[in-house]
Every structure is written in C-alpha cells, then in structure tokens.
C-alpha cells in the first residue's frame, strides 16, 4: 500500500497540478508511475488523492437544445440515470437484446458490460464513478430505438440485479 506521506511537497504540488488541470484517477495513476516513478494500483491512487484532500474534476453537462431534448432515441454517449431504469414498463420485450457484464469493470467506471440491440449493433454500457449509465455505441453517431433502449434498461436490471 502506498504511503502518501513519503511524498515531497515538489511531488504533492505536481499532482495538484494535474488534478487542478482534469486529470481524472487514471490519468494520475499513469502519471504517479512516468512521472514520479511511483507504481499505484487505482485504489491506492484515490487513497491517494483523498489524503491530499483534492477534488477530482467533473465534466460539467453540454448545453443542450430543445431539439435534442425531445430526441428519446438518442442514447450514445447520453446518460441515463437509476430513475430512468426505476421506472421501466413491465410490458417491454427483452426478447431481442442481449446485456452481458464484466467480471471486473472497466478502468473508470463501477460496472460495465456489452449490449447488443435487437438490429445486431452493439456497444459498450458503463456506470460511471458518480452512478450515471451510459452507452458508448460501437457505431458512432448510432442510435437504437426507443424500444430497444427500454428492453436494454429492464434486461440490464435482471443483469445486475
């Protein structure tokens, strides 16, 4: 386990640095080691970052228009919330999607997994350290429909429930 007080206050004020420009636990686990020399698992790096008492950074949300906000069908790269999977009709067919998870999630992320949709496209879905679900689509700009989406949200219930 790594001790943060064996840090210089040079070291300390370099890491602030990254913190105070984005840098998010992975990138300051892979700086600790090219920089500092220091091998961190990622649990020692948020120990780490914790003891110094520093914030991580959180993207702010894009602004979005009207437009888009009524675009229900849009899932890549949007995140959906614990509501949005609360709140699921018991009528929606799952029949066509498939959810696996990953025994051990993603750098980043609390969980993660693959969702292939009932069209044959896939992509990658995440729960990100601040809880939010999202898809990342293997397609870009792809988008499936909006009973697809429904059938991803209940299938990835029984998933991880």
């Given at each position: 386990?790594?001790?943060?007080?064996?840090?210089?206050?040079?070291?300390?004020?370099?890491?602030?640095?990254?913190?105070?420009?984005?840098?998010?636990?992975?990138?300051?686990?892979?700086?600790?080691?090219?920089?500092?020399?220091?091998?961190?698992?990622?649990?020692?790096?948020?120990?780490?970052?914790?003891?110094?008492?520093?914030?991580?950074?959180?993207e702010e949300p894009d602004v979005?228009?009207e437009a888009e906000e009524t675009?229900?069908?849009?899932?890549s790269r949007n995140e959906l919330?614990?509501?949005?999977?609360?709140?699921?009709?018991?009528?929606?067919?799952?029949?066509?999607?498939?959810?696996?998870?990953?025994?051990?999630?993603?750098?980043?992320?609390?969980?993660?997994?693959?969702?292939?949709?009932?069209?044959?496209?896939?992509?990658?879905?995440?729960?990100?350290?601040?809880?939010?679900?999202?898809?990342?689509?293997?397609?870009?700009?792809?988008?499936?429909?909006?009973?697809?989406?429904?059938?991803?949200?209940?299938?990835?219930?029984?998933?991880?429930?």
């Amino acid at each position: 386990m790594f001790d943060s007080k064996s840090l210089t206050e040079k070291q300390i004020a370099m890491i602030k640095t990254w913190v105070d420009d984005g840098a998010r636990l992975p990138d300051i686990q892979q700086k600790m080691e090219s920089d500092l020399g220091q091998r961190l698992t990622y649990m020692d790096t948020r120990f780490l970052v914790i003891d110094l008492g520093l914030e991580l950074k959180t993207e702010e949300p894009d602004v979005v228009d009207e437009a888009e906000e009524t675009n229900t069908d849009e899932v890549s790269r949007n995140e959906l919330t614990e509501d949005d999977i609360e709140v699921l009709p018991h009528d929606a067919t799952s029949a066509n999607v498939n959810v696996t998870v990953d025994e051990i999630a993603r750098p980043g992320v609390m969980a993660s997994g693959r969702v292939t949709f009932s069209d044959g496209q896939g992509g990658m879905w995440y729960v990100d350290e601040m809880g939010r679900l999202g898809v990342d689509p293997d397609t870009e700009g792809y988008s499936p429909s909006e009973s697809d989406i429904l059938a991803f949200q209940k299938e990835l219930q029984r998933a991880v429930g």
